[in-house]
């Protein structure tokens, strides 16, 4: 029986994949209209995103086989979706952040900030969660994640190791010392405990000295196993919520900035990348010292004496300094590339805040936009990024030099044959770009971009199809809730969702209901839409909710309790942060107290 079940397990992929069509075919067939029809592509998708049965970017292209066979769009529309200035502007951010790793200028940032720190214990785990939140904002988490955790892992060990010689030499060499009488008596009592009489020789006193290096070694290893579990979590953790302050820092931001774009195409561009870090950024600095004190309790307590360091450096905390250094100085000076990069990176950066900065006109509406939405922040995105092909990763003219004495050369050698000058011209090689297409094509996550365009294509189906109206109907019940309460509900139900399924899938799942149940209890639609999104950036209880959760767990010195019981808290500290910010700063940023005049003109609905 065992075999059996073990074949069926291994194989409950295919099992998955066929059967689940024909248990919810009855759907369409009993109901035979346009919205049951595309209840049954979007329930089909769910259940494949949620199983993971096939991957989820060639389940995000389903909507390009179904929607045009059921009769819910044209095929050319279905894939027009896939392409969208959204989705532009996920390439342009990911370029940076490619040429950005490239050249290993996220390390340098990185190591620059921890030795500003310092490496005491609690220090140590806040500038770690500082500065991978810092660089999630811009790169992938999942690479921040990866980068940060052996660094910390290393300063770590070489504080134990340093901890562990200072307690072996304070056993070995300090009997003459006036504070080693003091531990005699720990000594004897030790000894006591180990031989059962007292110690009266030089045998029983060395049995008891390595009796309390023994104790010692069990409460060192102890202790930095609680704080090797608190870094790693610390750095996971601080990773997933620093992408949520950008509109580029995680695919569920761009995914809500779409669907807006798409479901309500006259909303003024009331999501951008400087009004979402308005709202954004003070919520993750308010998630990340949450989460810092609760690490902090968690795995060091509140001794903020001990654990901030007053006083004195001693020798440990100069020899883990001392690793950090030593990292640093091998990066070497500032190359041109790295500061190309930064320079681009930084330009980028003030273009996307001054676009449109929402207190004063902006510089594309000065420019382009004075008679429609032309520049976005995606044109930004890849105009920047197309850059990085343009500009050389050094400038020196030891080219032009070889070159002249390469014409100098065959001038003098004329009579040596046309061979060896063509030899002597392939030793000339042009500077290489900051980037080059073999280096994008290789970090490039091409499947994100599909998953947006199946995301986009669901909502475009559900709006044609009339099943975006018909739920938001359905949901006129929750009129009589009050708003706050339906934001943390939904929230929480959002929460506990992306904890066993992409955050990506959730997402695109979830908006387009929102989207229906706010125009029709006449709710603005991003006072639910917003929280959701980052609601879904918030899984921190399993090690394969995220990338990040899943590299931290890899290291070995975690078990799954750990991650559930810091990370359920977590999850409440995330999501009561995040409607504190909807309900202040967020009402006062976007109006969200009043039903904007863009969203009623939305449901427009054209039968296939």
Same mark, same amino acid.
């Given at each position: 029986m065992t075999p059996v079940l073990r074949w069926l397990w291994v194989n409950r992929n295919y099992f998955i994949i066929f059967i689940t069509p024909f248990i919810i075919l009855p759907l369409p067939l009993v109901i035979p209209t346009p919205e049951a029809r595309c209840g049954f592509a979007i329930i089909l998708m769910a259940l494949y995103w949620c199983t993971e049965c096939m991957p989820l970017a060639v389940t995000a292209l389903l909507p390009v086989i179904l929607?045009?066979?059921?009769?819910?769009?044209?095929?050319?529309?279905?894939?027009? &979706?896939?392409?969208? /200035?959204?989705?532009?502007?996920?390439?342009?951010?990911?370029?940076?952040? $490619?040429?950005v790793e490239h050249w290993n200028l996220h390390k340098r940032i990185a190591l620059s900030v921890l030795l500003i720190v310092g490496v005491r214990p609690a220090l140590l785990m806040m500038g770690f969660m500082i500065v991978t939140a810092f660089l999630s904002m811009w790169i992938s988490n999942t690479a921040t994640t990866a980068m940060m955790l052996p660094i910390s892992q290393a300063v770590l060990e070489q504080l134990s190791a340093t901890e562990a010689d200072s307690d072996e030499k304070e056993l070995r060499e300090g009997r003459d010392n006036h504070a080693f009488e003091l531990a005699e008596v720990n000594i004897k009592q030790a000894l006591d405990n180990v031989t059962g009489d007292k110690p009266n020789n030089n045998p029983d006193m060395e049995a008891g000295i390595n009796a309390l290096s023994e104790r010692r070694r069990r409460e060192r290893e102890a202790k930095y196993l609680c704080l090797f579990k608190g870094m790693s979590l610390s750095v996971c953790y601080s990773a997933s919520i620093g992408g949520t302050a950008t509109l580029t820092g995680t695919t569920p931001n761009l995914i809500l900035k779409g669907q807006m774009d798409d479901i309500f195409p006259e909303n003024n561009d009331v999501i951008n990348f400087a009004s979402w870090f308005g709202f954004a950024f003070p919520n993750m600095v308010l998630m990340l010292a949450l989460?810092?004190?609760?690490?902090?309790?968690?795995?060091?307590?509140? %001794?903020? +004496?001990?654990?901030?360091?007053?006083?004195?450096?001693?020798?440990? /905390?100069?020899?883990?300094?001392?690793?950090?250094?030593?990292?640093?100085?091998?990066?070497?000076?500032?190359?041109?590339? #790295?500061?190309?990069?930064?320079?681009?990176?930084?330009?980028?950066?003030?273009?996307?805040?001054?676009? #449109?900065?929402?207190?004063?006109?902006?510089?594309?509406? &000065?420019?382009?936009?004075?008679?429609?939405?032309?520049?976005?922040?995606?044109?930004?995105?890849?105009?920047?990024?197309?850059?990085?092909?343009?500009?050389?990763?050094?400038?020196?003219?030891?080219?032009?030099?070889?070159?002249? /004495?390469?014409?100098? #050369?065959?001038?003098?050698?004329? &009579? &040596?044959?046309?061979?060896? +000058?063509?030899?002597?011209?392939?030793?000339? +090689?042009?500077?290489?770009?900051?980037l080059n297409w073999k280096v994008v094509n290789e970090r490039m996550p091409w499947n994100i971009v599909l998953l947006l365009g199946g995301g986009f294509a669901l909502a475009k189906g559900s709006e044609v199809s009339g099943l975006s109206k018909w739920l938001g109907e359905s949901l006129a019940p929750l009129k009589s809730i009050p708003p706050f309460a339906i934001s943390l509900i939904l929230c929480l139900l959002v929460g506990t969702f992306t904890?066993?399924?992409?955050?990506?899938?959730?997402?695109?799942?979830?908006?387009?209901?929102?989207?229906?149940?706010?125009?029709? $209890?006449?709710?603005?639609?991003?006072?639910?839409?917003?929280?959701?999104?980052?609601?879904?950036?918030?899984?921190?209880?399993?090690?394969?909710?995220?990338?990040?959760?899943?590299?931290?767990?890899?290291?070995?010195?975690?078990?799954?309790? /750990?991650?559930?019981?810091?990370?359920?808290?977590?999850?409440?500290?995330?999501?009561?942060?995040? %409607?504190?910010?909807? %309900?202040?700063?967020?009402?006062?940023?976007?109006?969200?107290?009043?039903?904007?005049?863009?969203? %009623?003109?939305?449901?427009?609905?054209?039968?296939?």
């Open positions: 929607f045009p066979m059921m009769g819910i769009m044209e095929s050319g529309k279905v894939c027009v &979706e896939y392409l969208k /200035d959204t989705n532009m502007l996920f390439i342009g951010g990911l370029l940076v952040a $490619i040429a989460s810092w004190l609760w690490l902090q309790f968690m795995y060091m307590g509140f %001794n903020f +004496k001990k654990t901030f360091g007053c006083g004195s450096k001693n020798e440990g /905390d100069k020899d883990a300094y001392r690793v950090m250094k030593n990292e640093y100085k091998k990066l070497g000076t500032m190359s041109f590339a #790295e500061g190309a990069v930064l320079v681009i990176f930084v330009i980028l950066v003030i273009l996307w805040f001054t676009r #449109e900065p929402g207190f004063m006109p902006g510089w594309a509406t &000065e420019l382009f936009n004075k008679n429609g939405q032309y520049v976005t922040d995606g044109t930004v995105a890849i105009f920047m990024s197309t850059l990085f092909f343009v500009i050389p990763s050094q400038l020196n003219c030891s080219c032009l030099a070889s070159a002249n /004495d390469e014409r100098d #050369e065959e001038a003098e050698e004329v &009579e &040596e044959g046309e061979k060896q +000058k063509n030899d002597k011209k392939k030793k000339l +090689k042009g500077t290489p770009t900051l904890e066993c399924s992409s955050n990506t899938a959730t997402t695109t799942l979830f908006l387009p209901i929102l989207a229906s149940m706010a125009t029709t $209890i006449g709710l603005h639609p991003l006072y639910v839409m917003l929280p959701c999104t980052i609601s879904a950036s918030l899984a921190f209880m399993l090690p394969v909710a995220t990338p990040p959760n899943a590299i931290a767990f890899s290291y070995g010195n975690l078990k799954v309790v /750990d991650m559930a019981k810091a990370g359920f808290i977590l999850n409440i500290i995330g999501i009561l942060s995040i %409607n504190l910010g909807i %309900n202040t700063w967020g009402t006062a940023m976007f109006n969200l107290g009043t039903f904007p005049s863009w969203a %009623n003109a939305t449901n427009v609905t054209s039968t296939p």
